[in-house]
């Protein structure tokens, strides 16, 4: 009986419960950043503030993740077509850049404190690694699970389950948002140095 009533609730909201439970971890996350760029703005009135270019790294690795997410969306459309040769090298490949996003952000941080942008020269310094280094934890948590996507595709067979589906779903609706909260923060810090 309960699951009759919870299958009915579930086409009656037109969204699976851990879509739902996933945006509003996503809305939290966005929360949390919304409140560090607040902090950093207002930082930055009180004065004391180093003024600096982003190293160029910074926007070439706007490109990788966001390729990344084309890959990945690429692959889920693969899938879904049952495509699996496309949808498991494709997979693949969002994770290799994904996994390349990560090394050059460690790289861009390096170059930032090849211009004397260290961790604890400046607050202005202090509040890009701070921040980047937060959302590159968010991508640690997204590389695990495209690990995870990968070794499902590859182990198991090419089966597209309402289950399947939904895991890849869930999978997409993440990359995507810490794709565009890494072009917010870009953005953000461009327009605020």
Not at 43 to 68: C, H, K, M
Request: glycine content about 6%.
């Amino acid at each position: 009986m309960n699951a009759t009533v919870a299958m009915t609730d579930y086409r009656r909201n037109r969204i699976h419960p851990k879509k739902f439970a996933l945006l509003i971890a996503c809305a939290s996350i966005m929360m949390m950043f919304a409140a560090f760029t607040s902090a950093y703005v207002v930082r930055q009135a009180a004065g004391n503030w180093l003024e600096f270019r982003l190293p160029d790294l910074f926007y070439f690795n706007t490109g990788v993740i966001l390729l990344s997410s084309l890959s990945l969306h690429s692959s889920y459309l693969a899938f879904k077509r049952g495509n699996t040769r496309l949808y498991r090298l494709l997979l693949a490949g969002a994770l290799v850049l994904g996994l390349a996003f990560l090394a050059l952000q460690y790289q861009a941080w390096q170059a930032l404190a090849a211009i004397g942008v260290e961790l604890t020269t400046n607050p202005s310094g202090s509040f890009v690694y701070v921040i980047s280094g937060v959302h590159a934890a968010h991508i640690l948590g997204g590389i695990a699970v495209l690990i995870l996507a990968v070794l499902h595709a590859f182990i198991l067979p090419h089966r597209l389950t309402p289950t399947r589906k939904l895991r890849f779903e869930l999978t997409l609706i993440y990359w995507h948002f810490v794709d565009f909260l890494w072009v917010y923060l870009l953005l953000f810090f461009t327009f605020q140095s």
